[in-house]
């Protein structure tokens, strides 16, 4: 039996759960979130608890025993508290500035970057060279912090780019100038 698959997810006060044919909606204080998960699976609402069950030892259903269990614990987390994820620019002249619901990067280029919010997804500049990106579902949260990253990934020699907050970049040795003979 899965250990994560088998744990029950508790429901917060202020979160409603419900269960239409394996077809999860799950709505509190942040917003809605709803997705359809395999009808093989059994998932049970009571007590406020979940609890999501497997019919058999299939490796296809305890494969699915335990993402089922964590999609599901993530939707509940994310209309509670949602999900950010924090990207650092690091180089001289990179920077980040928001005007109304989009976001401008100069990242070396000869134009700039722009990037807008989505309805689920909100960016904040707090400081010139810090983006976060906040929303309540976790995949889009990393998706779209993914797709941020990406236009500048750090480089390995002098670290600049664009990195996760707490990212560690290993750093390579420049090229070797020439010895004296």
């Known amino acids: 039996m899965s250990r994560i698959g088998r744990m029950p997810i508790t429901v917060p006060a202020g979160v409603e759960v419900k269960n239409d044919n394996n077809c999860i909606t799950v709505k509190g204080p942040k917003g809605e979130l709803t997705k359809q998960f395999?009808?093989?699976?059994?998932?049970e609402i009571a007590d406020g608890a979940v609890t999501v069950t497997r019919p058999s030892d299939d490796k296809k259903h305890r494969s699915l025993h335990g993402l089922t269990r964590t999609l599901i614990a993530n939707m509940v987390e994310g209309v509670t508290n949602g999900f950010s994820k924090t990207l650092e620019i690091e180089g001289v002249g990179y920077r980040a500035a928001k005007s109304g619901n989009k976001i401008t990067l100069n990242l070396g280029f000869s134009h700039p970057v722009v990037f807008e919010e989505t309805a689920s997804i909100k960016l904040d500049v707090p400081?010139?060279?810090?983006?976060?990106?906040?929303?309540?579902?976790?995949?889009?949260?990393?998706?779209?912090?993914?797709?941020?990253?990406?236009?500048?990934?750090?480089?390995?020699?002098?670290?600049?780019?664009?990195?996760?907050?707490?990212?560690h970049i290993i750093r390579k040795e420049g090229k070797a100038g020439k010895g004296k003979k």
């Open 38 to 43: 395999s009808t093989e699976l059994g998932i």
């Open 127 to 167: 400081q010139p060279n810090r983006i976060v990106v906040s929303g309540i579902d976790k995949q889009a949260v990393g998706q779209f912090a993914a797709e941020i990253r990406e236009k500048r990934p750090p480089e390995p020699y002098k670290g600049k780019g664009i990195r996760y907050a707490g990212e």
